[in-house]
């Protein structure tokens, strides 16, 4: 809520600043995330973690497509 102040506060009505927020309606199993150097984090930590190896190499293979 600060953050949402401050923006706010410093940028106001100007016209030259905007910001969006957009939505997606994604089916289940139809994504895919790639973290490198990271610990187990954002939709890997919600849902399953699966390490990239030579057989899922591919977004392809990753995804069953």
């Given at each position: 809520?600060?953050a949402?102040r401050?923006?706010?506060?410093k940028?106001?009505?100007?016209?030259?600043?905007?910001?969006?927020?957009?939505?997606?309606?994604?089916n289940?199993?139809h994504?895919?995330?790639?973290?490198?150097?990271?610990?187990?984090?954002?939709?890997?930590k919600?849902s399953e973690?699966?390490?990239?190896?030579a057989e899922?190499?591919?977004?392809?293979?990753?995804?069953r497509?």
């Amino acid at each position: 809520m600060k953050a949402w102040r401050d923006f706010n506060r410093k940028v106001g009505a100007n016209p030259a600043v905007g910001i969006y927020h957009e939505t997606y309606l994604v089916n289940s199993g139809h994504y895919e995330t790639m973290y490198v150097n990271m610990p187990v984090y954002g939709l890997a930590k919600a849902s399953e973690h699966v390490p990239i190896t030579a057989e899922l190499n591919s977004a392809r293979q990753r995804l069953r497509e």
